[in-house]
């Protein structure tokens, strides 16, 4: 990879280094984890120069798993008290995930609001509670059935979006979350959480409704609680959504 600083603006040359910064933070992590197959990027130089990094060769199947990562215990454990990335800052709590650590489906959300903060579990407060009556007054499964988590462990300031290098320095842990619970299907909440899971910029209401795959696993990407709170007319659409995901499990709406 060949990055050119100049002629970039300020905000530009601002971004793409959070972006490399996040990128190395992960390699770095994965070394730690015991990835001996990742190339060690050159120092980079001073002024316009390009920097040069080595192509990283592909991994001989899933990346290597995080010390203690072979169970969710295991996982967060491993993740401790998480400094990892700016997020540790402002948080209160890491807020990992909860639920059944074999269920067949799984909902993944974009990252913890205020409430979770405080709580440390994920989807409690008024949108998490929209998302507890879908689950169990709509797919009547009881919440500890399924599995809850986010992309990001930790709150952002304000409830903005994780940016690039939280994200890279956090992704690791739910892309090992969904390989450990192996769900049967991943319900994507949310714009932010079904655009970083699918590795796409499309918009959710182009992407909702229609089945996705990651990593072999079927993705239906939906609205988040939150949006419903402020569009109550879109729960329809989201139900819509949730029957599709209970024919794929094997249920009746």
């Not at 799984?106 to 609001?113: Q, S, T």
């Not at 409430?115 to 407060?125: H, I, K, S, W």
């Not at 918009?203 to 569009?231: C, K, N, Q």
Request: a neutral charge; charged letters at 20%.
């Amino acid at each position: 990879m060949v990055v050119y600083w100049a002629g970039m603006d300020d905000d530009l040359v601002a971004e793409a280094r959070a972006v490399l910064d996040g990128v190395r933070a992960q390699l770095d992590w994965q070394r730690a984890c015991g990835a001996d197959w990742l190339p060690r990027a050159p120092a980079e130089p001073a002024g316009a120069a390009p920097v040069t990094m080595p192509a990283t060769p592909a991994a001989p199947g899933v990346a290597p798993a995080p010390a203690g990562g072979e169970t969710l215990d295991g996982l967060r454990a491993h993740i401790g008290d998480c400094a990892r990335c700016k997020l540790s800052a402002s948080r209160t709590h890491v807020v990992f995930g909860v639920g059944h650590p074999s269920a067949d489906l799984m909902f993944v959300g974009e990252g913890p609001g205020h409430d979770e903060d405080l709580q440390a579990e994920p989807f409690v407060g008024r949108a998490g509670q929209l998302l507890t009556e879908i689950i169990t007054k709509g797919m009547k499964l009881a919440r500890a059935e399924v599995y809850i988590a986010n992309v990001v462990k930790c709150r952002p300031p304000n409830n903005r979006n994780p940016e690039a290098d939280e994200i890279a320095s956090c992704m690791p842990f739910l892309q090992r979350q969904i390989e450990i619970v192996r769900p049967k299907v991943i319900v994507a909440l949310g714009t932010f959480a079904a655009q970083t899971l699918l590795g796409v910029k499309t918009p959710i209401s182009r992407m909702r409704g229609t089945w996705h795959d990651y990593r072999g696993t079927r993705v239906m990407p939906t609205f988040h609680p939150a949006y419903l709170l402020r569009t109550p007319g879109d729960k329809r659409l989201v139900w819509e959504d949730i029957k599709l995901v209970m024919a794929e499990l094997g249920k009746t709406a």
